[in-house]
């Protein structure tokens, strides 16, 4: 039984069904976590994390060189005018 963290994918073949469960990695996705928003419960769960700053019409931590980060900013604006001054910093 896949955890509530794992990931169903359900791919249809010519006439039947292959169910193919993918697990994810929160270790290792912390391991590239920059986010210092301490309280929140998607660190490492990347889906979640990009589905949820999305409906707000935001980017995760992530996308954001850690000064910038620290501000909680995470617009597109921000991003776009981090990238227009500073070019690629990752
Ligand atoms: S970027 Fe947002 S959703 Fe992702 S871990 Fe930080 S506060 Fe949580």
Not at 58 to 76: G, H, I, M, N, W
Request: a positive charge; one cysteine or more.
């Amino acid at each position: 039984m896949p955890s509530a963290h794992n990931i169903i994918n359900i791919q249809k073949t010519w006439n039947k069904k292959e169910v193919v469960v993918r697990t994810c990695d929160r270790e290792k996705n912390l391991k590239n976590c920059n986010c210092t928003y301490e309280p929140c419960s998607r660190k490492g769960i990347c889906c979640e994390c990009v589905s949820y700053h999305r409906s707000l019409g935001q980017l995760p931590a992530c996308f954001f060189p850690d000064d910038v980060e620290k501000t909680f900013d995470r617009s597109y604006a921000r991003f776009a005018e981090t990238v227009m001054s500073r070019q690629a910093w990752w």
